[in-house]
């Protein structure tokens, strides 16, 4: 016959063990019958508009802020651990993305509408400025008016994934997203 408790346990730890083993079984069965399909759709189904309309727009703030953050992060991989030296319209869209992983995080808790004011005009100029180093990398843009003078070359060829997506596309396609998910937000949080 097995022991009700394991050996090593002492009589005077065997009644929280035994507490918390019948308490997580309880748990377990408590979420399961919370978690089946019927009361999912149901507890949707009988959420006020209101609740989904502010939970949509939580996930879409939410996936901004994501979309920043591992920008942010991606940048910060490529200058110091691949060690590429950011040129002179790299540092300008640093400076427009980082502010967005706070002003971002800030809105979120709790949802603040407003924080649009503060993210979407930084965003629009990270567009910009990732607008301008694309149409440099690609060469549209004459040498002669690069603001790329001293240091590091704007043109500077680092990697081209699918041998078209540099690292200026890159931030392009980042801040398009944001745009264009702020505009969303935007959209929905207006009465």
């Known amino acids: ?19 918390f083993r019948i308490g997580t079984r309880v748990a377990r069965y408590r979420l399961m019958n919370r978690l089946s399909v019927n009361t999912i759709q149901e507890s949707v189904l009988a959420m006020p508009k209101t609740d989904q309309k502010s939970n949509m727009n939580w996930a879409i703030l939410f996936l901004c802020w994501l979309v920043v953050t591992f920008s942010a992060m991606g940048s910060l991989f490529f200058s110091y651990i691949m060690e590429f030296a950011p040129c002179v319209l790299c540092w300008y869209q640093r ?30 100029a ?37 041998g078209f997506v540099s690292i200026p596309m890159l931030s392009l396609l980042s801040f398009s997203t944001v745009v264009v998910l702020l505009i969303i937000f935007k959209k929905r949080s207006s009465p």
């Open 95 to 124: 400076i427009f993305l980082f502010p967005l992983v706070i002003v971002l995080a800030a809105g979120l808790f709790p949802l603040d509408s407003r924080v649009v004011r503060y993210a979407l005009p930084l965003a629009i």
């Open 126 to 162: 990270g567009w910009l400025t990732a607008f301008y180093h694309n149409l440099l990398y690609a060469g549209i843009i004459p040498e002669s008016i690069q603001p790329c003078s001293q240091g590091v070359s704007c043109t500077e060829k680092y990697i081209e994934l699918f």
């Open 1 to 19: 016959m097995p022991e009700p408790f394991p050996a090593w346990l002492e009589a005077d730890t065997a009644f929280f063990y035994l507490f």
